[in-house]
């Protein structure tokens, strides 16, 4: 049973940082898609920024170009996000998300919808004030 667990959500001021992380466990696949998305209130859940492990490519919302980065310990099953230069609209609840499936890759748009991926975790919140 694949679980994710995130941590390293809260409060933080404006131009701040913040730093999440997910703890994977449960699978042995080499080949997966990981990542985080995002849901603020009354707004849909979009796509922030993913890993492919088998191309070893990441892939960025224009939104958090620039100032976010994900990185990945492979030893430890662990995926981070780091979250640099912090604005208010950065506030949501941030979901890690994983797509652990023996099937053909995803196009770039596939790797931002969220349908396509079958793992989730319980969310973490960031929050970012003026």
């Known amino acids: 049973q694949v679980q994710l667990v995130e941590s390293g959500g809260g409060s933080v001021a404006a131009g701040g940082s913040l730093r999440l992380s997910c703890q994977a466990s449960?699978?042995?696949?080499?080949?997966?898609?990981m990542g985080w998305f995002r849901q603020a209130p009354g707004k849909e859940r979009e796509g922030v920024g993913f890993i492919d492990t088998g191309a070893r490519s990441t892939y960025y919302a224009d939104s958090v170009k620039g100032r976010f980065t994900i990185s990945q310990d492979v030893a430890k099953n662990t995926l981070t996000l780091q979250m640099n230069s912090l604005k208010p609209e950065d506030t949501a609840m941030y979901y890690c998300?994983?797509?652990?499936?023996?099937?053909?890759?995803?196009?770039?748009?596939?790797?931002?919808?969220?349908?396509?991926?079958?793992?989730w975790g319980q969310g973490t919140q960031v929050t970012v004030s003026s």
């Open positions: 998300a994983a797509r652990i499936w023996p099937g053909p890759g995803l196009s770039i748009a596939g790797i931002f919808t969220f349908s396509a991926y079958n793992y």
């Open positions: 449960g699978y042995t696949s080499k080949r997966y898609y």
